[in-house]
């Protein structure tokens, strides 16, 4: 077999695989998500957060330079996965400022702080807390942001309510979402639920692929 027909035979798998993948992947598994809502397991977290989606799809670095954080601010992230987002959130509010790093799932947080420990990072609190329900104070944070997490949970606009709660009034949140994810909701979804929870769009940022939306309080 020549090098061309070998080139050719691969580049046919691989485009096979990519199809069946958006049919079968993306097809099936939003039909799937949207009747069976349960936490993503801990162990899928760590797979989603890998070199590829950090380097080409949604770079950590260029996520947090989008959130306008400063130095000892407070910060929640929900659903904090593996904590690259985390970590380089963390980087940019140090030495003072913390972040919370909260998630419903003990396997996930037990991962996050093998990182920490090992990584010697000192301003991430892994935290067992419901998005539902934070136990964080009326108007105590500085900024939010969830990766990909809020379409997973049930009620997202209860979630932005709570989110609201605890906000200073010139806080910001941070929504990223990414298409390949089954839970992927339009901008235009994310928008509206935003707006019912009362708050109001700041920026956007990226492509129908990738975005990323700040909110700040309606009115503040
Ligand atoms: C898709 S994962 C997050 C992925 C990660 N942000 C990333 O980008 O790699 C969503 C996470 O949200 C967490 N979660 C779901 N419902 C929650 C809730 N009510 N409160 C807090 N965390 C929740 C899940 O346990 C899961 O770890």
């Known amino acids: 077999m020549s090098i061309v027909s070998y080139i050719l035979v691969i580049s046919k798998w691989v485009l096979i ?3 069946a993948w958006l049919i079968l992947g993306q097809t099936v ?6 009747f069976i809502k349960y936490p993503i397991p801990a162990f899928l ?6 070199p590829i989606r950090r380097k080409f799809i ?5 996520i947090a330079d989008r959130m306008q954080l400063n130095a000892g601010m407070t910060v929640v992230e929900i659903g904090p996965g593996k904590g690259s ?4 959130v963390a980087k940019r509010v140090s030495p003072d400022g913390k972040v919370y790093a909260v998630d419903i799932q003990e396997a996930v947080l037990k991962y996050l702080k093998q990182r920490i420990e090992r990584e010697k990072i000192s301003n991430i609190v892994p ?8 136990s964080f104070g009326d108007g105590s944070i500085d900024r939010i942001f969830a990766i990909g997490c809020l379409p997973e949970i049930p009620d997202p606009v209860r979630v932005l309510c709570e ?3 605890i906000l200073k009034p010139d806080g910001l949140i941070s929504l ?5 994810d089954p839970d992927y909701p339009r901008r235009s979804t994310e928008k509206r639920w935003a707006e019912e929870a009362g708050l109001e769009l700041r920026q956007q940022f990226g492509t129908w692929f990738t975005y990323q939306l700040n909110f700040g309080k309606k009115g503040d």
């Open 45 to 50: 977290t760590r797979l989603i957060d890998n």
């Open 17 to 19: 695989v990519i199809l």
């Open 176 to 180: 990223c979402e990414l298409f390949p």
């Open 163 to 165: 989110c609201r709660r």
């Open 127 to 134: 935290m067992l807390d419901d998005a539902y329900n934070f």
């Open 58 to 62: 949604q770079n950590p670095e260029i």
């Open 85 to 88: 987002y985390t970590k380089a």
């Open 29 to 34: 598994g939003r039909i799937i998500r949207h």
